[in-house]
Every structure is written in C-alpha cells, then in structure tokens.
C-alpha cells in the first residue's frame, strides 16, 4: 500500500467514526440525569457492569449524579420522564434501581430512605419493584447489595412487596444450602412499618417448627410496635405457656417500644394482674416518661404489695436516665406504696445515687453520667 492509499484510509475512517458519533446524538441515544447542573452524559442501553471488582464499588455506567437520592427520587416520580420523552417506566426503574445498588456498595442509606417517603405509587414504582425482586434473588449477589434490595421492598409499603421478603426470609431458613442468608431479610423487615396483612403473614409463623423462622416472627413483630403485633405477641405468648415471653432473649411484648395507640391495649394487660401482667408494664415503660406515670398512676392506689411487686420485677432495666425521671425516683422514695418505694431505692441504687444524699440538689453536667453529686 503506497503512501497516498494510507492516508486516504485514515481520513476515510475519520469521516465514518464522526458521522456514527453525530448520529448517535441525533437519534437520542444517550441521556443525562434529572435535576442537577453537572449531568453526566451516560448510555442507557446495555446491562449494568457487576457490582464489585476485586471489592471495590463500581459506577454501573448509567445515571450518576452529585446528588443520587434526588436523581432516584426524579427517575421514580417522573420528573425525568417530562424531560425526556425517551425515558420509559422501565428504563427509569432500571436507573434507580442502579443507584440504589451504587449506594448500596458505598452503604449510603440516602437513596433507601427515600423509598419510604415515596410510598408505593409512582410513575416507576411497579416497574422498579419487579426489577428489584428479580435483583435481590439473584444467586451470587453480594449480601449488602441484597440487604439493601430488601429494605426497599420492605420499605414500600405495600403487603405483596412485603411478603415477598418474608418468603424470602423463609426459603432461606429452610434451606442452609442457599447463598442467602435468611438474617438479611429478616432484618429488612424489622426496620420496616409492615401492613396488618403483612403482621398477620408473619404471625403465621409463630408457630413455625423451624426455630429461626419462629424467632424471627417474634423479633420482627416486637419491633413493629402497633396494637396488632401487640397483641399477636400476647397470644402466642399465653399460647406457649411461658410467662418470661422471650423477655430473657431480647424480645416479645417486655422489649417492643409501642406506639402511643397501643399504650391503652397495655394497661388493659397489666390491669388484669396475671402472669404475664408484668411484660406489660415494661412495654408501657419503654415508652417513656409517658408510660412510667401511668404505670406509677396504676400502682399507687393498689393494695396488692405482693402483685405490685411482681408487675414491677425488673422494671427498673426500662427506667430513663435523665434528671427529671431521676427526681421523681427521689420522690417516690418516700411513697407509703411499698412496691414503689422499693423500684424508686431500686433505680437511685443502680444509678449510683446514693441515699444519704437524697436530699441534697442533685446537679447534672453535660457529663452527667459521672453521677457528680454537690
């Protein structure tokens, strides 16, 4: 080849390689991200690239931005879709759903929190929970890409995505073999408000012959906190037989933190006085100064100094540390109700109060923990 045929080759190929460029952009067939003045020009067609390389997050070569939970928020309610007529429900869907991974791979919460605001009707949201489920079963996905796969899906606010997660949950138990770690979903659910339909779907599985299933349920509905769950837990907890309730494990009614709605479902526990009465009174204390004064309103006019003091067993564990709950104690001290006496003693004691100082002012510093007594 003479030297003048070389060149002419190297110009022709120029030419092509422009003309393919400019009808690339022609044909619309790259796309920026929504809402942010340093856009990056990326290709929405093609798979995203794999999570990981040699455990170092990686960009999935779509819509990127400054800000990625904005950028998801635009993708999910259409704002994207207003702009560029090219951008479907799918395609959309498919965008968020790449940077909920990204942020999953960089543990970044933001992106995941905005699901929970958005609620489950958007311009993508079915395209993009359909995706998401196909994602998260997927079998050599990495675990903190898969947990973050079922929050979203917990976090929606729906009964179907829900329950999806929970037979996820339960596949997993029932299988050791599988990548998944059934750990995963069942924590996606606790942090997540779960529909009455969903509570039911889980309390199912209180009776469940497989241990960690069961567990599960009651973990997942103590941290629900609603009447529902309440009273799922309260059930299956005369059911068993067992007046401890999981309490020694971290769980059933004695650890769930309620809502303020089901403080009157509580009250009705402890006023019926049984064995299980005292799991009740710590519930209703977990909630506060709020809790505590109705738990001090109901024994203080009790004649009941046995029964006061078995409601009150171990109490003093969901009693606050802060300088006013610690004064009212100072109060109680002194109360002619015995039961109350003695969690007041029980709460200065284990607070390192000591009793020959009651009546001198307690102050409390930024470092109040140090118990400094003037």
Known sequence: MNRRTTILVLILTVLLFAAYSFSREQNGLLHTVAGSADRRIVPISGEPESDLIDGQPLHYGEAVSTDP???FVE?????????????????????????L????ARNDRQVLDKIGQMGAKCFACDAFYNKTYNAMTAP?????????????????????NQSLVVDQMKAAANNPNANESPSTFAQALQEAPLTGETVDQVSVDLASENPYVREAAVSILTKQGTVEAAQKLYDHT?????????????MGIAAMHPQAETLPYLEQLIEQRDQYSHLAVKALLNYGREGLDKVIEMIATSKDIPGDSKLLHNASDHIANDPNTLALMNSLSSSPNKALRNLADTVLREKGIDRDNLNKQIEYNDNWADNIIR
């Open 140 to 160: 050599e996905l990495p675990a903190n890409v898969r947990w973050f796969l079922a929050n979203a899906l917990a976090q929606s606010g729906t009964s179907h």
């Open 238 to 250: 005369v059911e068993r037989g067992d007046p401890d309730g999981y309490y020694r494990d971290g």
């Open 69 to 71: 939970a904005a950028s």
């Open 101 to 104: 991974k990204e942020a999953a």
């Open 75 to 99: 993708l999910m309610d259409g704002t994207v879709s207003k702009e560029d007529p090219d951008m479907t429900r799918g395609a959309a869907a498919r965008l968020a759903l790449n940077l």
